[in-house]
T-cell receptor, first 113, second 109 residues
Framework: SQTIHQWPATLVQPVGSPLSLECTVE??????LYWYRQAAGRGLQLLFY??????ISSEVPQNLSASRPQDRQFILSSKKLLLSDSGFYLC????????????FGEGSRLTVL | GIQVEQSPPDLILQEGANSTLRCNFS?????LQWFHQNPWGQLINLFY???GTKQNGRLSATTVATERYSLLYISSSQTTDSGVYFC???????????FGDGTTLTVKP
């Protein structure tokens, strides 16, 4: 069966420090992958999505970037964190692009101080 | 892009009560999902329901695609039902899902 994992689960970082969140999917090949962010008490905002290795689409101009170095690996990065980058980051994969069913990882909670 | 509106934004129930959550969307969609976000933040898939009606225990969902809405029914609510319920719709032409702002449900014992 397919599984999706994110790490780290919790992260506290100072302003100006770099960031790397990792997401991996097992049990499937060539999945569509997504990074969402959820600010406290708010809905989910799509940040990036990828339909294949090296293919990244950005939804919102911001301080973050994404990369997909391998088929089942999706990485969210920043060179210098801002206070506004704090939030809950969720990685998701799409079961079948035609049906569009999304499955989420456990999430990574980032606090920037 | 597609607009997704969920109502009500907040709902407080006594344990054992029933409730209906609504999701309206502004354009044709190929997929609709309901999720429950538990207190730890995890998003749990409840229903994949582009049209029709599905039931899973005390929960059921109905999507009327032609009228662009979906309903999530929770019967005999329990405190463990508390959390945020999200509706998400997909337009496969765009290749991505759009989420509503969620309904925050609190079930009191």
């Amino acid at each position: 069966s397919q599984t999706i994992h994110q790490w780290p689960a919790t992260l506290v970082q100072p302003v100006g420090s770099p960031l790397s969140l990792e997401c991996t999917v097992e049990g499937t090949s060539n999945p569509n992958l997504y990074w969402y962010r959820q600010a406290a008490g708010r809905g989910l905002q799509l940040l990036f999505y990828s339909v294949g290795i090296g293919q990244i689409s950005s939804e919102v101009p911001q301080n973050l970037s994404a990369s997909r170095p391998q088929d089942r690996q999706f990485i969210l990065s920043s060179k210098k964190l801002l206070l506004s980058d704090s939030g809950f980051y969720l990685c998701a994969w799409m079961g079948t692009p035609r049906t569009g069913e999304l499955f989420f990882g456990e999430g990574s909670r980032l606090t920037v101080l | 892009g597609i607009q997704v509106e969920q109502s009500p934004p907040d709902l407080i129930l006594q344990e054992g009560a029933n409730s209906t959550l609504r999701c309206n969307f502004s354009d044709s969609v190929n997929n609709l999902q309901w999720f429950h976000q538990n207190p730890w933040g995890q998003l749990i898939n409840l229903f994949y329901i582009p049209s029709g009606t599905k039931q899973n225990g005390r929960l059921s969902a109905t999507t009327v695609a032609t009228e662009r809405y979906s309903l999530l029914y929770i019967s005999s609510s329990q405190t463990t039902d508390s959390g945020v319920y999200f509706c998400a719709v997909l337009n496969t032409n765009a290749g991505k899902s759009t989420f509503g702002d969620g309904t925050t449900l609190t079930v009191k014992p």
